[in-house]
């Protein structure tokens, strides 16, 4: 069965350093989204992505995040400069319509900023 | 504003007891609610969805509009069911359709 991948599994960086979070969604899905959870909190929503733009974002999301989709298979978040806060685990997911529903998760990305 | 609530972050029950995890979610317009699972280091997974009206793993889950809650149960715990579980609301028709996730419940069968 297909699956939602994500890499780098574990990513250590400095605060101020930029850090790019790969997914691969499954093949044939429309909708992409990035999640991410702080240690001990609720799963937030960060970011929609549909047709090759951002159909929603979340007061988290702000100037330091984008999304990409550079080559029709890889879907990334970027984080300009990292504070503190940003240490989470990012889940990327997708959907293959917006009938389906069903949002398939990858493993997650584990972002400690020091 | 969509909002979702698991009151309890703990449940522990033996083998063979029954379990129920509730969820209460708030939202002016028509829901769309859902159980994820994740299992130890393993990928948020879908169980249900109200949609379905289907019983994954024995576990079933009503909405009850009238009360705004999504309680999600099973008659007989196994102890494979320990995992966290999420209890999440989509907007009905909305863009991007995002998910809001409650703060999750783990659940502890014992032997």
């Known amino acids: 069965e297909p699956e939602v991948t994500q890499t780098p599994s574990h990513q250590v960086t400095q605060m101020g350093q930029e850090v790019i979070l790969r997914c691969v969604p499954i093949?044939?899905?429309?909708?992409f989204y990035w999640y991410r959870q702080i240690l001990g909190q609720k799963v937030e929503f960060l970011v929609s992505?549909?047709?090759?733009?951002?159909?929603?974002k979340s007061e988290i999301f702000d100037d330091q995040f984008s999304v990409e989709r550079p080559d029709g298979s890889n879907f990334t978040l970027k984080i300009r400069s990292t504070k503190l806060e940003d240490s989470a685990m990012y889940f990327c997911a997708s959907l293959l319509t917006r009938g389906g529903k069903t949002q398939y998760f990858g493993p997650g990305t584990r972002l400690l900023v020091l | 504003a969509q909002r979702v609530t698991q009151p309890e972050k703990l449940l522990s029950v033996f083998k063979g007891a029954p379990v129920e995890l509730k969820c209460n979610y708030s939202y002016s317009g028509s829901p769309e609610l859902f159980w994820y699972v994740q299992y130890s280091r393993q990928r948020l997974q879908l169980l249900l969805r109200h949609i379905s009206r289907e019983s994954i793993k024995g576990f079933t889950a009503d909405l009850n509009k009238g009360e705004t809650s999504f309680h999600l149960k099973k008659p007989f715990a196994q102890e494979e069911d320990s995992a966290m579980y999420y209890c999440a609301l989509s907007a009905a028709g909305a863009a991007g359709n995002k998910l809001t996730f409650g703060g999750g419940t783990r659940v502890l069968v014992k032997p």
């Open positions: 093949s044939n899905h429309l909708y």
């Open positions: 992505f549909y047709n090759n733009e951002i159909s929603e």
